[in-house]
């Protein structure tokens, strides 16, 4: 067990909605977190849970790692490089700066070299989750940086949330970050424009929100309504492998040769609708079956 000795002191700078339940976290799992937010009163609470506030950013330079939380670029750079910032003091340096804010990659570029300029190591850990999903402990993190660096505070960001993942060096984060953000943003946009579509065609959107969710639930790969991770998909992968090989041996026609060839598997007789081929290939769980005597035995070898 670590002993609170070993534990990193920790400066947090931003509390807001989504920086107090952070740090919070931190608090929770016994870490020794001093903490500084523009509106003082904000952080008031925290110190209720055996934090200590601090009155500037620049009192926080001597802690071994300090968290940014804050609003955008421009109060990025006034709590790390403007006067009185973190990395601003003759006589102390953070040892790593994390800054979790949404921010651009030129700014986040700017205070990376400001920091090692003072022999600080900078991380970009962009979050994504909301203070709800901190508080049920699911928020997830990428990370971009020094991959030796990142190896050093693992431990820490994992007790914010239940997924920590390093996707490369310097600005990526801020990419994967953008990224998801549009992608949340796409499907939120289609989902709002078929709702509208289906009632304007009469369908209530009870009715089509409920038969959207059940038609998710049956989906290939899903049970209960939640993924299960890899089953659905490797069977897809082993039957489009078999696929292939048998067209590339010339045992089976894909369907664009089909066409081509001007046949249409609808027209013919129920009965030979199957290709001949599928209906001689074992089903999928007599194969795993008669490969797991096989895996056990390598096992042992």
Wanted: glycine share 8%; net charge positive; with cysteine.
């Amino acid at each position: 067990m670590t002993s609170a000795q070993d534990r990193p002191r920790i400066g947090w700078i931003g509390v807001g909605r989504m920086g107090f339940q952070l740090a919070a976290r931190l608090l929770d799992a016994e870490y020794d977190v001093a903490v500084y937010n523009r509106t003082r009163a904000k952080a008031e609470p925290l110190a209720e849970r055996g934090a200590t506030i601090a009155d500037r950013p620049v009192d926080l330079a001597d802690r071994d790692v300090v968290f940014t939380m804050v609003t955008a670029s421009a109060a990025l750079e006034a709590v790390t490089t403007s006067p009185d910032g973190v990395l601003t003091s003759p006589s102390a340096t953070p040892g790593i700066l994390v800054d979790s804010s949404t921010v651009s990659p030129q700014v986040s570029a700017l205070i990376r070299n400001k920091a090692a300029d003072n022999g600080t190591d900078f991380l970009a850990a962009t979050v994504s989750g909301n203070p709800k999903v901190i508080a049920a402990g699911k928020l997830t993190v990428a990370v971009s940086g020094s991959p030796e660096v990142f190896g050093r505070v693992v431990p820490l960001l994992a007790a914010l949330g239940r997924g920590v993942t390093y996707v490369g060096e310097g600005e990526a984060a801020r990419l994967v970050k953008i990224a998801h953000n549009v992608f949340l943003g796409v499907v939120t946009q289609s989902l709002a424009e078929v709702t509208i579509l289906a009632e304007k065609g009469g369908v209530s959107r009870a009715a089509f929100h409920f038969r959207h969710r059940r038609s998710l639930r049956s989906a290939p790969g899903c049970r209960r309504g939640l993924a299960r991770p890899g089953v659905g998909r490797r069977r897809t992968v082993r039957r489009r492998g078999w696929r292939l090989e048998q067209r590339h041996r010339g045992q089976l026609p894909s369907r664009v040769q089909l066409l081509t060839a001007g046949e249409d598997l609808r027209q013919r007789p129920a009965e030979q609708r199957k290709r001949p081929e599928l209906a001689e290939r074992p089903p999928v769980r007599q194969q795993q079956q008669q490969r797991q005597p096989d895996q056990r035995q390598r096992q042992y070898e």
